[in-house]
């Protein structure tokens, strides 16, 4: 667990909107099999899941999850409508992160219980997405990253 200021980077992105499980996977292959063409998957390359809304008080098919890679600001997007890849940004801010196992398993653990751990010890959490980050080196390790935002007041 360490604590990160991660800068605000440009990013490409799909987005899949409906409950958060399977298809979260789906849409991060679906940007993985683009990015991979556009050759963007190099060592370096960072990737984000990042779902959007609180599946305690959003309904199911209204959640939306983000799967994204971190691209140069200067990236120009080709026409590719039915790809639905779009450009955003992603603002950066202050957060922990913590190294965690790869597995569905893990990550759903991690959702469940690390969060509230972390406010039982005294963390404050910003009001931003908690995201799963994905870098070629952890993941051959089998490993992610769960970060989540602090606020600094």
């Known amino acids: 667990m360490c604590l990160e200021h991660l800068a605000p980077v440009s990013i490409a992105y799909v987005r899949q909107t409906g409950p958060y499980g399977p298809s979260n996977i789906q849409t ?30 959003t309904p199911p098919e209204h959640c939306r999850y983000d799967a994204c890679i971190v691209i140069r600001d200067d990236f120009k997007l080709e026409k590719e409508p039915h790809l639905n890849i779009s450009l955003g940004s992603f603002q950066g801010g202050n957060y922990l992160i913590i190294t965690i ?22 963390y404050r959490m910003d009001t931003k997405p908690v995201f799963e980050r994905y870098r070629p080196q952890l993941l051959a390790q089998h490993l992610c990253e769960l970060c989540i935002p602090l606020t600094t007041d």
């Open 28 to 57: 991060m292959e679906k940007l993985k099999q683009w990015a991979a063409q556009k050759e963007l998957l190099k060592e370096d390359a960072v990737l984000y899941g990042i779902p959007q809304d609180n599946p305690e008080s």
């Open 101 to 122: 196992p790869h597995t569905a398993e893990d990550i759903q653990k991690a959702w469940n219980e690390i969060i509230s751990q972390l406010q039982l010890q005294g």
